[in-house]
């Protein structure tokens, strides 16, 4: 097992902030914001709860920077299949 | 030492390109593979959402949004357990990994039992995969997406909790150790994949 040489992560403070953001989640659901700023506020939101798992549940803010390219290279790939399909209904 | 520690020590070694060791780095690689089939079945939803808005409604009219909240809660708790379980094998401690990862298991069930309960609320009212009532040029937008999505996500998180208890069996029989847990650490993974696609998930589909 390779020593990852840092103490253990705030895993109950991670849990914390993820139920906390769910319930603000809801909240803006139905708090009748403008459609787009719930739309933005919402993702938002997500991305922060879907990058705490990553980063403290998922251990890859203590592993090595070459797994982080890895592990982001499919970003710009979904994004260029979302964007190319919405293209072309334009 | 015997042959087959020494092997399983050594297959742990972290590799000189990536750095880590190989079945963790072919999790992560797998993982990212399922990033795009996700990202496919996510993308058309909202690329079809866009296109069709009057095929949908908004939220909490059709969906029961306070019961899959709490859904998400139990799944956000069962990847504490899970890291709590490989927290515990990390520093040794057998009865903690077999009490975490059976934690884990069972609101891996608990998870999969309320989606169930909800499909079948659903359909009682009458909005199934093919229901005609949310339709745009004849297709049945809301509840094929809707069914899709949960649907394909709900396989994941069963195939999740068939490979946990195999982990949790092997937990018992005293199979993992401090030195020797690559296998918890690659589950949970997997795990924690599950839930952070349940997290974007429950956003996209239950309040956008």
New interface residues.
């Given amino acids: 097992?390779?020593q990852a040489e840092h103490k253990?992560p705030p895993?109950?403070v991670v849990?914390g902030a993820?139920?906390l953001l769910?319930l603000i989640?809801?909240g803006?659901?139905?708090v009748g914001l403008p459609r787009i700023q719930?739309?933005v506020v919402?993702?938002v939101?997500?991305v922060w709860?879907?990058l705490l798992?990553?980063l403290y549940?998922?251990h890859l803010r203590f592993?090595?920077r070459?797994?982080w390219f890895?592990?982001a290279?499919?970003?710009p790939?979904?994004a260029i299949?979302?964007l190319g399909?919405?293209a072309e209904?334009w | 030492m015997s042959q087959a520690a020494t092997l399983a020590l050594e297959s742990r070694q972290p590799m000189p390109g990536i750095g880590v060791y190989n079945q963790k780095f072919g999790m992560w690689v797998f993982l990212l593979s399922e990033v795009m089939f996700f990202t496919g079945l996510i993308g058309s939803y909202i690329i079809l959402r866009f296109a069709h808005p009057d095929a949908f409604t908004e939220p909490g009219r059709v969906l029961n949004v306070p019961l899959t909240a709490a859904n998400t809660f139990i799944l956000i708790v069962s990847s504490v357990t899970m890291v709590k379980a490989f927290a515990a094998i990390e520093l040794g401690d057998q009865r903690g990994l077999r009490r975490w990862l059976l934690a884990t298991v069972l609101l891996g069930a608990v998870f999969l039992s309320i989606q169930g309960v909800e499909y079948v609320k659903l359909a009682e009212h009458g909005f199934v995969p093919m229901v005609a009532s949310y339709a745009a040029e004849g297709a049945p937008l809301y509840g094929m997406t809707f069914y899709t999505l949960t649907g394909f996500h709900g396989a994941h998180v069963t195939i999740g909790v068939l490979c946990m208890i195999f982990v949790t069996v092997k937990a018992f029989r005293g199979r993992y150790s401090q030195a020797d847990h690559g296998g918890v650490e690659v589950m949970g993974l997997y795990w924690h994949f599950v839930d952070l696609v349940w997290i974007i998930l429950f956003t996209i589909v239950y309040l956008i």
């Fill in positions: 097992m390779e253990q895993y109950m849990f993820l139920g769910t989640e809801v803006v659901a139905f719930t739309i919402l993702l939101l997500a709860k879907a798992v990553a549940y998922m592993e090595p070459r797994l890895v592990v290279s499919p970003l790939l979904a299949l979302v399909v919405l209904g």
